[in-house]
């Protein structure tokens, strides 16, 4: 399911399933709250997207999907929505294996560049380096849950939601094969595969001295205790994908 909201002013329009992967769908003026599977949240005229403070539909999400997972008392997230959400993807990381951050960032440049939510991206893949192909890379600062469970975690749950974007051009046309066309510019999202071939996502809780690859929804071990968590997306794909936001259940 997903929270449909007016990128202007964050009001809530519409809230609708998740199409099939692939399918493709208007989206000029919009953005997406995704609420994972099976968390149930009710949206009503009280609802809104910001501030996220506990009382907005993400937050409620990261709840109903807490209490999906019995096993875990505890949730860290972060929705992509607000500039300040940006400070904690550390752009001078590098990827379990060396991988330079290579990322976008949906923001503009000057003393308040703002967030524009939905439009964090991995990169494709580019492979004009002239040697080894370079990955689209983004790892998370250091999350430490010192403060929520003192003695740390071994044991770990990840969430995330993915997208991808098309558009299509602005034509006007009084000539050629184009002649009569008057079509406005769209800007598109797709459902996408959430695990596509290409892309690993990796935990660590010891800030990166090793690494754990995770699989989405899925329980995953570490081996010692320890309260310094950053999260690592790696992608080979050859198009961006545009992520929604990610939590961290332990």
Do not use: H
């Not at 919009?30 to 994972?36: D, G």
């Not at 505890?74 to 990381?93: E, H, Q």
């Not at 695990?195 to 001295?209: F, K, Q, R």
Request: hydrophobic fraction near 40%.
């Amino acid at each position: 399911m997903r929270v449909v909201a007016d990128l202007p002013s964050a009001a809530i329009l519409q809230v609708e399933k998740d199409p099939d992967i692939g399918i493709a769908a208007p989206f000029n003026g919009r953005f997406s709250v995704p609420i994972p599977g099976g968390a149930s949240i009710e949206v009503n005229n009280a609802s809104y997207v910001l501030p996220v403070n506990g009382g907005d539909v993400w937050s409620q999400a990261m709840v109903a999907l807490l209490a999906q997972y019995p096993m875990y008392e505890y949730v860290v997230f972060n929705p992509l929505l607000a500039a300040a959400d940006l400070v904690d993807i550390d752009l001078a990381a590098t990827g379990p294996a060396g991988e330079e951050t290579r990322l976008q960032m949906g923001r503009a440049i000057g003393p308040s560049p703002g967030n524009a939510p939905n439009m964090v991206a991995l990169l494709g893949e580019n492979p004009y380096t002239g040697g080894p192909n370079k990955p689209g890379c983004l790892v998370t600062d250091t999350i430490d849950i010192s403060t929520i469970l003192p003695p740390g975690a071994d044991e770990f749950l990840v969430w995330w939601k993915f997208y991808e974007f098309s558009t299509t051009e602005d034509v006007e046309s009084d000539f050629g094969g184009t002649i009569g066309q008057n079509d406005p510019a769209y800007k598109n999202i797709v459902e996408t595969d959430q695990e596509p071939s290409g892309l690993t996502v990796y935990i660590t809780n010891d800030d990166g001295a090793t690494w754990y690859v995770v699989d989405r929804d899925t329980p995953v071990d570490v081996f010692v205790l320890d309260t310094r968590v950053r999260l690592a997306f790696v992608s080979t794909e050859p198009d961006r994908l545009y992520l929604a936001g990610y939590a961290i259940l332990f």
